[in-house]
């Protein structure tokens, strides 16, 4: 009855792929529609996309309805309805497109017969996915001129065989499998019975688009073999074809940190980007944040900074969470930026500057943060006889502050206190505590300091003999972990992503 009167509002029900497992893969359609829902029914393979999400939505994952085996179709259109209902904004996130083996059909039936409308928003399948992660070019118009996706798990409902093999082994053109891992053997045995020579080649791409994306580059004759002995699990895709020749040597290349377990300390809410940086080279990476931030110690000092700034000739910047913290209290002021007067300003590092420039303000020098001697040779000669103030943490940097001190008249403020945190019983520091994990880059002593607190003695020795390989930021950092007795295998040279990346990328090519 009700479905009757409110028939001309019913809210449209979306079915969203949700691509292979990186976020970044979703659709601006896809991301949109995410970040309006109220209820976001997803796949396990799609839970990687949460983050996009309002937090405010709510997040069901599909294997945690009530009464979902052996029907699980059925619950969820269940959930769906109910959701629709009560005039829900509903988005079904499929793994990779909704109607590749995504039974979205199904699914949808019960919605439309209630009268809602759908819309289907696409997604990267898997087989895309999977192409582009080992660099198999589906078609070839010289070898290649159709592409079957096929099934390896047929309906166990079913009687017999649904797939005609003797069609697809004659199939003028590229095989990809999904859901083959289990039975690769069955589906190596029932091609090449057929007739498929067993010299073909085949890539196998398992997790394709995760950090931890795996290609197995063989022939359907020592395909499961290979598999077996790099201990390929699903999800994965299996393309069998003549384009699939030579794909492991191309895309081995292209990710550098294949097999990488990485472990860096940037502070929490900063390490984003180098994650993400760190997975597209094929690591692992997990980000412990040690050190976190607090208020000012001495809120009147900072105060008062604030209040005298326009008398000092450089205000120096020495990290992008000082200029974060000082802004926050102007604002709390009701001040802004012109407090600065002529005072001209000095970012210590492109992070610092960056930040810096998203309140208004064009650093007029930014030494590298790296290097101690760059940042001293940089900063004395224009700053020498001047009044300065130096905006920083409580701690850190002390010999640069000496250094200024020797020829600059020098006030110096802590914005922020920097805070040794203790991760024991987060779930991100097992690795750690474990062992397992092959390289260390640590952001700064401190940092480094901190996570040498969550070791015992034997996760101490892997760090000196070697075992896991440490790369720091900056020559100031190395040099404090040197000084404690550890080696440097690798220095970054700037705290931008690409060049930490590069960085943990030769520390783990000398380290094979
Ligand atoms: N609708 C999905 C497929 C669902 S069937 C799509 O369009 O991709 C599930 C199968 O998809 C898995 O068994 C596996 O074969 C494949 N798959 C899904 N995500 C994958 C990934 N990230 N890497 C490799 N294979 C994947």
């Known amino acids: 009855m009700s479905d009757a009167t409110v028939g001309e509002c019913l809210p449209t029900v979306y079915f969203v792929g949700a ?3 990186d976020p970044a893969l979703l659709t601006v359609r896809a991301a949109a529609l995410l970040a309006a829902a109220d209820l976001v029914l997803y796949d396990r393979l799609s839970a990687n996309c949460q983050p996009l999400g309002p937090t405010d939505a709510l997040w069901e994952c599909v294997e945690q309805l009530p009464g979902c085996h052996p029907d699980r179709v059925g619950a969820i259109s269940r959930r769906m309805l109910e959701a629709a209902q009560a005039g829900k904004r509903v988005v ?3 793994g990779g497109d909704s109607m590749i ?12 017969d209630a009268g809602f409308p759908v819309e289907v928003v696409p997604g990267v399948t898997a087989a895309l996915a999977a192409a582009a992660g080992a660099m198999v070019s589906l078609t070839d118009r010289r070898i290649a001129s159709a592409v079957a996706l096929v099934t390896g798990h047929e309906n166990p409902d079913k009687p017999g065989s649904m797939i005609d093999w003797s069609a697809l082994a004659q199939f003028p053109g590229t095989l990809v499998f999904y859901m083959g891992v289990a039975r690769l053997g069955h589906l190596v045995e029932r091609l090449s019975h057929h007739g498929k020579p067993e010299t073909t080649p085949v890539a196998l791409v398992s997790r394709a688009s995760f950090p931890d994306e795996t290609i197995v580059q063989a022939t359907l004759g020592t395909i499961e073999n290979a598999a077996r002995l790099q201990g390929i699990a699903a999800p994965a895709i299996t393309i069998v074809g003549e384009v699939a020749r030579d794909s492991a040597a191309r895309a081995i290349r292209k990710r ?3 097999g990488a377990v990485v472990i860096t300390t940037r502070p929490e809410g900063q390490e984003r980007p180098l994650l993400e940086s760190l997975a597209r080279q094929g690591a692992v990476a997990v980000n412990l944040p040690v050190l976190g931030i607090g208020p000012p110690p001495q809120p009147d000092l900072l105060d008062s900074a604030i209040d005298q700034l326009s008398r000092y000739d450089w205000v120096v910047f020495f990290s992008a969470n000082g200029v974060k913290a000082f802004f926050e209290r102007l604002t709390e002021r009701s001040l802004d930026a012109r407090c600065f007067g002529n005072a001209r300003v000095a970012a210590i590092g492109r992070e610092t500057a960056k930040r810096l420039l998203e309140v208004g303000i064009r650093a007029d020098l930014i030494p590298h943060a790296e290097r101690s001697e760059g940042l001293a040779d ?3 000669p224009v700053v020498s006889g001047r009044r300065m103030l130096l905006v920083r943490a409580d701690r850190g940097r002390e010999q640069l502050e000496q250094a200024l001190r020797a020829v600059a008249t020098v006030d110096s403020v802590a ?9 024991f019983g987060h779930g991100s520091v097992e690795r750690l505590i474990a062992g397992k994990y092959d390289l260390l880059l640590a952001t700064s002593g401190q940092a480094f300091l901190g996570v040498l607190r969550h070791l015992d003695e034997n996760g101490k020795k892997r760090l000196i003999n070697g075992e896991a390989a440490i790369v720091a930021l900056g020559q100031v950092t190395a040099a404090a972990i040197q000084n404690s007795g550890y080696p440097v295998a690798r220095i970054a040279n700037s705290a931008d992503s690409s060049s930490m990346t590069q960085a943990v990328v030769d520390a783990w090519t000398k380290k094979n």
Request: glycine fraction near 10%; proline fraction near 6%; hydrophobic fraction near 45%.
């Open 256 to 258: 550098q940190l294949q």
């Open 101 to 112: 083996f995504g039974r979205a059909a199904e699914e949808w039936h019960p919605l439309i």
């Open 378 to 380: 940089a900063l004395l």
């Open 92 to 94: 079904r996130l499929k």
């Open 415 to 423: 914005a922020y206190v920097q805070i040794d945190r203790d991760l």
């Open 19 to 21: 691509g292979p497992g």
